[in-house]
């Protein structure tokens, strides 16, 4: 499902093409940088319903290969499921608009999967930060 990938990336940029990058406050760049935290904690704890509540109520995790987990209760029942730690360091966080941001993240996981990559797209809901389309890349 390649074409899904392809498909989140060309928005993502597109939305940075036609809206030009906006200039975020300080305060938003913290918020969304302790919203990957957050998330990054939840998952290495395994626990599925934190994880989820980070989502927005539509939110998205997309495999590299193309299949989707819709839902906060589909990625909680996902997120519960996992093992293992990740490292995860935010690389960068670009604002196309006022209340959306790309976050390029790395990934560290134990040999043999080694580091890999993930996008997340993430808005502004009334003043809180959610997770809208989280992406693996590779």
Do not use: C
Request: charged content about 20%.
């Amino acid at each position: 499902m390649r074409l899904h990938t392809f498909l989140v990336h060309s928005i993502a940029v597109a939305t940075l093409a036609v809206a030009g990058t906006a200039q975020p406050s300080q305060t938003d760049e913290e918020s969304i940088r302790l919203l990957i935290a957050a998330f990054a904690n939840a998952r290495n704890m395994h626990n599925g319903e934190a994880a989820a509540a980070l989502y927005s109520e539509d939110g998205e995790w997309i495999s590299a290969h193309g299949s989707a987990v819709r839902g906060r209760n589909e990625l909680a029942r996902l997120w519960s499921g996992v093992t293992g730690q990740v490292q995860r360091t935010v690389q960068s966080v670009d604002f196309p608009g006022s209340h959306i941001a790309v976050v390029h993240v790395t990934t560290q996981y134990d040999e043999p999967i080694g580091r890999h990559h993930e996008v997340f797209i993430v808005v502004d809901d009334d003043g809180k930060w959610n997770i809208r389309v989280h992406q693996s890349t590779d």
